[in-house]
């Protein structure tokens, strides 16, 4: 995932995570918001409850992996933040795939045209 879609910043974390709405299934819950930016903007996040820095990592990895196809397909103008739940650690690749575009779809922030 090309670090211009990304959010960095601790204040867009808390923006997002106040004004936005949220979606959740068994291994994520997706946050988003509007925001005055014309392209869409993602955040991964992932609690020390997953585990030590080397899981916590490894998860994100996973999520950035499954993530970064679908960047073109999201609508843009949006704040998007991926939380991580423990199963995301052992899920099969294809599950954390599956359910990020399930939620996407849930929150109409999908785009079929690419």
């Not at 030590?52 to 970064?68: G, H, I, P, S």
């Not at 995301?88 to 795939?97: G, H, I, N």
């Amino acid at each position: 995932m090309d670090r211009s879609y990304s959010l960095k910043r601790h204040k867009e974390f808390r923006y997002t995570y106040a004004r936005g709405r949220s979606q959740s299934l068994s291994l994520f819950t997706l946050v988003y918001a509007k925001s005055r930016n014309e392209t869409v903007r993602v955040g991964l996040s992932v609690s020390k409850r997953i585990g030590n820095a080397v899981q916590r990592n490894r998860a994100k990895r996973r999520m950035r992996a499954a993530l970064t196809p679908f960047i073109k397909h999201i609508a843009g103008g949006f704040n998007v933040i991926f939380v991580a739940r423990q199963e995301v650690l052992t899920a099969p690749f294809e599950e954390l795939s599956r359910q990020m575009e399930t939620l996407l779809r849930r929150a109409e922030l999908w785009r079929d045209e690419a």
